[in-house]
């Protein structure tokens, strides 16, 4: 895959982690964005370093997307935990 079809797994990626994981985000929807898209570099890089798992040159590979949005679910969960607002006001 090229780098436009990562780009765009990324979006859909981290739009799928952000239904998956509702609430306020710190950055908003660029910033969810954002993360999406890295989600979905630092999933499919997880996923042939420690899975052994090549990184399929089909953009319909489903390893690929689960790799993607499990990514961008540990980036988001990550950025929230580093950079949200504390519950207690």
């Known amino acids: ?3 436009i079809s990562w780009i ?4 859909i990626a ?3 982690a952000k239904v998956l994981l509702p609430g306020r985000d710190p950055g908003g929807l660029i910033g969810t964005t954002l993360i999406g898209i890295a989600g979905a570099f630092i999933g499919g ?3 042939a370093e420690f899975f052994d798992r ?3 040159k089909d953009f319909y590979d ?3 997307w689960v790799a ?3 990514g961008s679910l540990v980036l988001l969960i990550a950025y ?4 949200g607002h504390s519950r207690s006001r």
């Open 54 to 56: 090549p990184i399929a």
């Open 68 to 70: 993607a949005i499990g």
């Open 62 to 64: 489903a390893p690929t």
């Open 1 to 3: 895959m090229g780098i």
């Open 14 to 16: 981290g739009a799928v």
């Open 45 to 47: 890089w997880g996923s």
């Open 8 to 11: 765009v797994l990324g979006l």
């Open 80 to 83: 929230r935990l580093l950079f």
